[in-house]
Structures are given as structure tokens and as C-alpha cells.
């Protein structure tokens, strides 16, 4: 990492130790969309499982440099809801995965107060899965250090679309007036009801658009691509893409600039 010295305090990542303790330009919260497993592999003669393989591995990192650096809440886009239309033995080789981190990963992410919280439409998943993920979220639960959010049949027109069919219920049962619908009902019906917006949203491998993921929830958030397929993003590249939020000013629609963080 370079000390790079300039007024937005990012050289302080220098020292990512110490930005655990006083960060004050660290996202409280950064999303990923996980881009480039496929062309990872096949840049390498290797199949597009063992991108995502080797995908498993960085998420791993990325957990680890969160909780390094201090941010609270790290969503990562595992499974969109578009993801459907792939050949079915690659769906099913990412279901595993899920499976996979999940039954391996799980007691390490608890010893480290790590909290899990999935978001995305379960009804599409099989039981086994989705009992999985409840299990998951229930160990976790009172757990105080970093809130992984793991987006798994996730899309955002999705996601809103539901809130607003709650929305349409409570209505119709009297339980709200549609005068009362402002943007913290919505808010509050989205899956993410609690948490704060991403600060941070990241893409690796080039790509530069959203792909339905937090549409609402993006409505502020800084947005860096990094060149880097997700295999890639290792510390290094993901204390880059920190380093850059930094660099920011964050208006939200007024004039006073507030630093990033
Ligand atoms: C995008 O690469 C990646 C995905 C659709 C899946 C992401 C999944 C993982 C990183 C592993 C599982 C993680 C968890 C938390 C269970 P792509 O296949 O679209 O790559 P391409 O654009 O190069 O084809």
C-alpha cells in the first residue's frame, strides 16, 4: 500500500490497523457486485465452477479486510435473480457453494461475532436451503461485529416490487392509510429494513452499471469499478477501492460537501 499524504485522510490506510480503531474514512457499509468469475476461469483454460471456486476464496478475503478496516455491514450480490437462465449444473455448482460456505464457514464466521443476514426471495429456494440460511442467521443474531449480508436470489425491482405488495396488503386491511406511505414505509418493507444504505458499492472485472442490485438502496452510494475479475480482489484491491471512496465529497443532493465516511 502506498502512504499516499493528501487532505481527505486516506493515507491513513497506510496503516489499516489503526484505521480499525479510528476510521474516519471507512464505509460503514460497502456492497459488492462479484463480477468476472467466468472470464477469470476462462482466461485460464479452467471452467466457469472453478471461477466461482476461486470466487469463494476472495469472498473469504473480503470478509477478513471488512473486519479489518471496520466497516459494519458488507452485502455481497451472490445469486441474482436473473441468474436463473444460467445452465442449470451452473446454478445448481452455485447453490452448492452457498451450501458450502455456509456449512464450512459458518462456525468461524460466529467465533468472530460476524452476523449473518441474507436478503433475496427465499420462496424460490428448496427447503434444505432455505433452512440453512435460518439456521445461519439464527446463530448469529445477537452477534455485535461485522453484518454480512449475503444477497441470494436477489433483485432489486424485486425486492421493491414485494414491498409494495405488502404495502398494498396492509392497506387493504385497514392497517395503513395510503396518506402514511412515505419513503420510510417502503424502506422499512425492503429487505434490508434496518440497515443503513451502502456507502460503498463496488464491481470488479469492469463492468460499470448495477445490475438490479440495492436500486433503492444506492440512491446516494459512491460507486468505484474496479478493473480486477473478482477472483483477484484480493486486500490490496479492495483497500484501493477504500481509498478511493475516501477521496470523495459527498454532497446528497445539497451543497455542502461532507467528506466520504
Ligand atoms: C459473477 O461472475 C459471479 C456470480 C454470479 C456468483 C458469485 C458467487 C461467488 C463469488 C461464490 C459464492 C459466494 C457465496 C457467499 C456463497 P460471472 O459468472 O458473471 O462472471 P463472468 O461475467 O465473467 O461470466
Do not use: C
Not at 12 to 21: D, G, H, K, R, S
Not at 58 to 78: D, K, M, N
Not at 116 to 135: A, M
Not at 164 to 171: F, H
Amino acid at each position: 500500500m502506498n502512504s499516499n499524504a493528501d487532505d481527505s485522510g486516506a493515507e491513513i490506510l497506510a496503516n489499516p490497523t489503526e484505521l480499525a480503531v479510528a476510521p474516519p474514512n471507512v464505509p460503514r457499509h460497502v456492497a459488492i457486485i462479484m463480477d468476472g468469475n467466468g472470464r477469470w476461469a476462462l482466461g485460464r483454460g479452467l471452467s466457469r465452477t472453478e471461477g466461482h471456486r476461486r470466487g469463494m476464496e476472495a469472498v473469504r478475503t473480503a470478509v477478513e479486510t471488512s473486519r479489518e478496516l471496520g466497516v459494519s455491514y458488507l452485502t455481497l450480490f451472490s445469486f441474482s435473480s436473473e441468474n436463473w437462465s444460467r445452465p442449470p449444473l451452473e446454478v445448481q455448482f452455485l447453490f452448492g457453494l452457498l451450501r458450502l460456505f455456509i456449512q464450512r464457514d459458518l462456525a468461524e464466521l460466529h467465533r468472530n461475532g460476524v452476523r449473518v443476514t441474507v436478503i433475496g426471495d427465499r420462496v424460490r429456494l428448496t427447503s434444505d436451503i432455505r433452512s440453512l440460511l435460518d439456521k445461519a442467521e439464527t446463530l448469529t443474531r445477537d452477534n455485535k461485529g461485522l453484518r454480512l449480508v449475503i444477497a441470494f436470489n436477489y433483485g432489486a425491482r424485486d425486492e421493491i416490487t414485494r414491498a409494495v405488495r405488502r404495502i398494498g396488503e396492509d392497506v387493504a386491511a385497514g392497517r395503513l392509510s395510503p396518506d402514511a406511505i412515505d419513503e420510510a414505509a417502503i424502506q422499512s418493507r425492503l429487505d434490508t429494513a434496518g440497515m443503513p444504505d451502502p456507502d460503498l458499492i463496488i464491481r470488479t472485472s469492469g463492468e460499470m452499471r448495477l445490475s438490479n442490485f440495492l436500486l433503492w438502496q444506492a440512491a446516494y452510494a459512491e460507486l468505484v469499478f474496479v478493473p480486477a475479475f473478482w477472483p483477484d480482489f484480493d486486500r490490496a484491491a479492495y483497500l484501493q477501492a477504500v481509498e478511493e471512496y475516501a477521496r470523495r465529497v459527498r454532497r446528497f443532493g445539497g451543497v455542502a460537501a461532507r467528506r466520504s465516511g
